[in-house]
């Protein structure tokens, strides 16, 4: 299996971006998925996560302002950004696992699969 994240890039506070995730040779029909980040100098954090049985989860932070979906015939999980602000910025990582988490495991970060991230930068 194989994960990997496209879609970053620089914007300007107020913007939005669209992040990609195609997870390559995964075929389970249950399945949790999540994106995560990592700004400088801080732990990572979950962001939004999604399940196979279509309940989504986001962190307080981004909650009205993100989005997560899945478009399963592509096997691609997007994450779309509105009102991005400065601090948005961050590494962003795409993670998957082969079963549905319970809820309060959702954001954490015990999966199996992960993309090596794409790059969110908001400017002020």
């Known amino acids: 299996v194989q994960v990997a994240e496209s879609g970053g890039g620089s914007v300007q506070a107020g913007g939005s971006l669209r992040l990609s995730c195609v997870a390559s040779g995964y075929t389970y029909s249950s399945y949790s998925m999540a994106w995560f980040r990592q700004a400088p100098g801080k732990e990572r954090e979950g962001v939004a996560a999604?399940?196979?049985?279509?309940?989504?989860w986001y962190a307080r932070s981004v909650k009205g302002r993100f989005t997560i979906s899945i478009d399963n015939r592509e096997n691609t999980l997007y994450l779309e950004m509105n009102s991005l602000n400065a601090e948005d910025t961050a590494m962003y990582y795409c993670?998957?696992?082969?079963?549905?988490?319970?809820?309060?495991?959702?954001?954490?970060?015990?999966?199996?699969?992960w993309g090596q991230g794409t790059q969110v930068t908001v400017s002020s």
């Open positions: 993670a998957a696992h082969p079963a549905i988490k319970p809820n309060y495991k959702l954001l954490s970060d015990s999966y199996d699969y």
């Open positions: 999604l399940r196979s049985d279509v309940y989504t």
